[in-house]
């Protein structure tokens, strides 16, 4: 979140004035997200546009280059030219003007300020504006040693390997320093691009490693029939359970003289040795029927 400091007798920041500035900033990183490094930069200076620098500074900054609305040393220093000669952030300054009744039909605001009553004019403050940027002040990112100038830290942003950006990969909410982004992106996120390494798919690694391994058909899975221990792919199962395993349950071959015996296919021939119903020749007269009879 952002939160803009009033100055007392100056009118606060509206939310929905953060918020239409957020949401530019995200129309800007849209634009550019062929190319990151220009998304990047853009981005900072997008979301930092509002209020004055919130910086950590090494260098004491001058208490007259202070914005009155947000109390931070001013970005792009407008000065009044009124006799309070008060200084503004150009965004602090559009924001207060705009809050104010409006003069005439054409909608032109009547600002004015609250201190001696004159309509407020500005002029831009470069000397202000250079002096605050020559300032001195630490990198934003926690842990980040660099320490320099505030005119070059857009730029030292966008290769700051202490920075929290969000992971590259399409669906994934982690968010990690750049320096440890390529890592996740590659070898971590659950969401990388991953080859199943039995059918050669495609898909994310939570889905190769996870829902598709239930279906793989390459995948290499036991033979349901019980006792046999031969594993093969899943697409192949079904003609081999049917055909080929020596563990499928048969019927007796004697099973059309009656016999209701069923058992695995290898173990069937010590049955049909001693099935009471198997074709059986009388040693006398040479007579054929079931062992039985």
Known sequence: GICIIAHSGHLQLTRGHVQRKMARSSRI?????????????????????????????VDVVNRDDFCVVCQLPARDPQQTKCECAKLFCKSCYDQYCDAQ??????????AKCQTCGQTLDIFSYKRTA????????????????????????????????????????????????????????????????HTCEHCRAKGTFLEMTGAHINICPDYMIPCPNGGCAVKIKRKYVKSHR?????WKIINCPYSNNGC???????KMPDHTNQCLLRQHTCEHCSAKGTYLE
Do not use: M
């Open 29 to 57: 990183i849209g634009l550019c997200s062929d190319d990151h490094a220009a998304a990047e930069k853009q981005a900072i200076r997008a979301i930092r546009a509002i209020g004055g620098y919130d910086y950590k500074f």
């Open 101 to 110: 009744p409006r003069c005439n039909a054409r909608g032109v605001p009547a």
């Open 130 to 193: 250079k002096r605050i940027k020559e300032c001195k002040i630490k990198c934003p990112s926690t842990n980040c040693p660099w320490i320099n100038q505030l005119n070059i830290v857009d730029d030292h942003l966008t290769t700051c390997g202490y920075v929290v950006i969000p992971c590259a990969n399409d669906g994934c909410k982690v968010f990690i320093t750049r320096d440890n982004a390529f890592n996740h992106k590659t070898n971590e996120c659950l969401l990388r691009q």
């Open 260 to 266: 209701v015996h069923k058992s695995p296919k290898c």
């Open 242 to 246: 049917s055909v080929e395993c020596e």
